[in-house]
Each structure stands twice: as C-alpha cells, then as structure tokens.
C-alpha cells in the first residue's frame, strides 16, 4: 500500500491541529487552577467554575521565543451579589497576570 504525497501531507496537517488541540485544552486547564488558587487567596468566587478563550496571538517571551498568548476570561464575586469579569492571560504555558477589579468598599 502507497500514500500519495496529498494523503501524507493530510495526516500530517490533521496530526498537527490534534496535538495543537490537546496543547491548548492543557493551557485552558492550568488557566483554570491559576484561578481558583487565585480565588482562595485574594477571597472571591469563582463562579461556574470555568474560564473562556477571548483572545489569542502570537507573542514573545522575555527570551525572544515565540509562544501563543491566551486572554481568558472567568466570572466571579466577592460577595455573592454582583457578577464581575476578571481576565488570566497566558503565554505558552506560564501565567502571566490575573485581572480582578477591587473589592468596593463595604459601609456599614
């Protein structure tokens, strides 16, 4: 049995978006606890327990290397009340920063 060159080339081009896919449900998931340890320590909640791809590019890192930078976005609360936006940027497999708002002031 002999493969065309187009048959290769397919397998390859289909082999590269699996390992691609399985890569970023990997960043997605490290996202993910990067919150919720995030939420332990500054006390807020995340809500639906999950974080959602808003933007990605192609970014270096400090060392020149070229990495696929994510912006995921989650939802969370401080005090069970107002649903907030926060923001966990990744690049490659590294965190980058999370982005809470400040917790308003309570009066009393």
């Known amino acids: 049995m002999y493969f065309t060159l187009g048959e290769v080339i397919s397998l390859l081009v289909f082999g ?7 890569a970023a449900v990997r960043v997605r998931e490290l996202a993910l606890q990067s919150v919720v340890h995030a939420s332990k320590r ?7 327990q999950s974080v959602h791809i808003r933007r990605m590019s192609l970014s270096r890192d400090d060392r020149g290397r070229w990495y696929i930078w994510r912006q995921y976005r989650f939802d969370y609360t401080y005090e069970g009340v107002e649903r907030r936006q926060g923001f966990v940027i990744m690049l490659g497999k590294q965190l980058q920063s999370i982005v809470v708002s400040e917790r308003d002031p309570t009066l009393h």
Do not use: A, K, S, T
């Open 16 to 22: 590269l978006l699996c390992m691609y896919f399985l």
């Open 42 to 48: 500054d006390e807020f909640q995340l809500l639906d």
